[in-house]
């Protein structure tokens, strides 16, 4: 779950509606439309539930599997952080490309790219023999899942209509939890029974499966008058945003002085700038920027990207802190994450229900708030701590995330016309990714800052350990905890165990507050931008509303 494994729409389209006046997007016509083939679209429903629960799976199931991937290929643990960041980055630079792409060829013919597309890097990532492998095996897998997600939702919009529609998007809603709640305990169980190889050879049979289905059984479909993607727009972005996670990342084993980091921050500042003047002169740009000046599309961009940044983020950490420090193994982990699914299978329906009664900010706002104070009440451990210590914060994120994604995947597309929704979901699903990927990296700079600083401090203050600290502290950022102990005498290795316990802790103490802040300050501008009278409907009945 370091990945946000909630869809929210991709950029071929979405659905939504409740009390807020958001208007549910409407299909555009298909080339070949549905009523050709009557019998298609529960075919249609089936291929589609087949790639989301693949894709949702691979996303869920990686993080229990990382100390073992790391401990097999001897990653670093930046080398950890782009194993995540790089189908994370391709991801967001892909969703909105990929569904320009798909209303120009064909859905169905795209769908079938992405699908083989991950199926493909799936393989790879499963026989990877390097870290560098497995990184770029990631990012291949990204290119499939951006597509996969741009492209499922509007099949489904395309293929059923009034009352089927609602059905087909609820059974679709009920697999997407499904794979959430079921990812961390399967990958879990598959790392330890088997190997951590098999969390993706698992996407073999049913990718194999789902581009079956979708050759022999779902209709094409396409946009009259579809544009063509913003190459330019594309560009500049994928190389800004890989320049901010390259330098954030890199300020793991260097500093924020070091020369590389601040001419990646400077030339992702200079390319953003472009990417505006790019976006605000282009006939179809990729982002519309026009789309920001309403209050409630941007408090809903800054919730995706702090839901992102927070919780999703910190998943990552608190699993190398259940594994490398208290010593659980996949499996064990898995089932203790299950308390976060828990929390997010329990609210999840109720979020739904209310969205259609009550204004989504009540949801959204507070549920960021829930968010903030699980994290940190997750908060105060030390070398001594148990993981039970967890189990409160943990409860209280889980359902915090349940109230909050529901209304954030509606609010997206509610408030624009329904022909603009493809982009603004696939701008809300791009910032998540965005949060993912920065998050994961300033919380991995943050955290590593900490323990070396911390590790060095305390082995200096052991005699028998001098000059040892830089080592130690070394060996503990590269997430080689236990090699660390066994190269000191064995009359030192309970102290430097206890050290780097300590030290671990003192870590994610500090980042789950930097979490922590940024859900809360997430919370605080969501409620106080996200209004009622920006949907679209609502300044359709109202036309001087919102302005």
């Known amino acids: 779950m370091a990945t946000d494994p909630s869809p929210a729409g991709g950029a071929g389209g979405s659905a939504g509606g409740g009390a807020d006046g958001e208007a549910p997007l409407a299909a555009p016509a298909p080339a070949n439309g549905p009523a050709a083939y009557p019998g298609n679209r529960w075919w249609t429903l089936v291929a589609v539930c087949l790639g989301t629960f693949m894709l949702l799976l691979d996303i869920t199931v990686i993080n229990v599997a990382l100390p073992d991937i790391q401990t097999a290929l001897g990653s670093s643990f930046s080398g950890l952080q782009w194993v995540v960041d790089a189908y994370a980055l391709t991801l967001a630079a892909l969703l909105l490309p990929a569904g320009s792409l798909a209303d120009l060829y064909g859905r169905r013919l795209l769908y079938v790219v992405g699908l083989s597309v991950f199926t493909i890097a ?30 499922s939702l509007a099949l489904l919009a395309d293929a059923f209509r009034g009352k089927d529609r609602g059905i087909a998007f609820s059974i679709w809603g009920a697999i997407t939890g499904l794979a959430v709640a079921i990812g961390p305990l399967l990958g879990g169980a598959l790392t330890s029974g088997l190997s951590w190889r098999w969390i993706f050879f698992i996407n073999l049979p049913i990718g194999i ?35 901010l996670v390259y330098a954030l990342i890199q300020s793991n084993e260097s500093s924020f002085t070091d020369a590389r980091v601040l001419g990646c921050l400077a030339g992702t500042a200079v390319l953003l700038v472009v990417f505006i003047a790019l976006e605000s002169r282009v006939r179809h740009p990729m982002f519309d920027l026009k789309l ?66 009550i204004p989504v900010r009540l949801l959204i706002g507070p549920g960021l708030l829930i968010i903030g104070i699980g994290l940190l009440l997750m908060r105060g451990l030390n070398a001594g701590s148990s993981w039970t210590h967890l189990i409160p914060g943990m409860i209280l994120t889980g359902c915090g995330t349940g109230l909050v994604n529901p209304p954030l995947a509606s609010t997206a597309v509610g408030v624009v016309t329904p022909e603009r929704a493809g982009m603004a979901s696939g701008i809300n699903s791009t910032f998540r990714q965005v949060g993912i990927a920065t998050g994961i990296a300033l919380l991995g700079t943050l955290f590593t800052g900490k323990v070396t600083s911390d590790v060095t401090a305390q082995v200096r203050g052991v005699p028998s350990l001098a000059g040892r600290g830089p080592q130690i502290a070394a060996s503990v950022q590269a997430g080689n905890s236990q090699r660390a ?39 605080v501008i969501a409620f106080f931008t996200i209004r009622s009278k920006d949907f679209a409907t609502q300044r359709q009945q109202h036309p001087g509303a919102g302005h």
Do not use: K
């Open 292 to 357: 920001f000046r309403l209050p409630t599309f941007s408090g809903g961009a800054v919730a995706a990207l702090g839901i992102s940044a927070s919780i999703f983020s910190i998943l990552l950490y608190l699993v190398l802190y259940l594994q490398d420090v208290l010593g659980y193994n996949a499996f064990g982990t898995g089932l203790r994450l299950l308390i976060i699914s828990a929390g997010i299978m329990a609210t999840t329906p109720i979020s739904g229900r209310l969205s259609a009664h």
């Open 122 to 151: 799936s393989l790879l990532c499963g026989v990877a023999v390097s870290t560098l492998m497995l990184q770029l095996s990631r990012g291949f897998q990204g290119i499939g899942g951006a597509v996969m997600f741009s492209v």
């Open 209 to 243: 499966v789902a581009v079956a289905l979708t050759f022999l059984r779902v209709s094409e479909s396409r946009v009259a008058h579809a544009r063509r993607p913003d190459l330019p727009g594309f560009i500049v972005f994928t190389l800004a945003l890989s320049s």
């Open 485 to 523: 102990v066994a190269q000191v005498p064995p009359a030192d290795r309970g102290t430097v165990e206890h050290i780097i316990r300590g030290s671990f802790t003192a870590g994610l103490d500090r980042i789950l507050l930097i979490a922590a802040i940024i859900a809360l300050g997430a919370a």
